[in-house]
Nanobody, 123 residues
């Protein structure tokens, strides 16, 4: 049974930092690209960041580029999202996801999803 479990969310002031982690089990982790998405209240879920299989290739949504960094540890089956210079508009539930093919900027490319972790940025 595949499980993705996010942690590290919380409440932070604007300008602060948080580090999200996602622990994966039940899959061959290094065979999956790992993505982070987020969903704010009343909005659609949106792409945040992607890291491909070996970790050598990453990409980000324009809204977080230069502030967020995605990384992975294939030995520990973990993917992380370091979020710096947080803004109130970053407030959302953040989800990690695992996929093996397709356009990783779209939700349909992902086979497995975590339950999400809440990030709230106060102004």
């Amino acid at each position: 049974q595949v499980q993705l479990v996010e942690s590290g969310g919380g409440l932070v002031q604007a300008g602060g930092s948080l580090r999200l982690s996602c622990a994966a089990s039940g899959l061959t982790f290094s065979s999956y690209a790992m993505g982070w998405f987020r969903q704010a209240p009343g909005k659609e879920r949106e792409f945040v960041a992607i890291i491909r299989f070996s970790g050598s290739s990453t990409d980000y949504a324009d809204s977080v580029k230069g502030r967020f960094t995605i990384s992975r540890d294939n030995a520990k089956n973990m993917v992380s999202l370091q979020m710096n210079s947080l803004k109130p508009e970053d407030t959302a539930v953040y989800y990690c996801a695992a996929g093996r093919s397709g356009s990783y900027y779209r939700q349909y490319a992902y086979d497995y999803w975590g339950q999400g972790t809440q990030v709230t940025v106060s102004s």
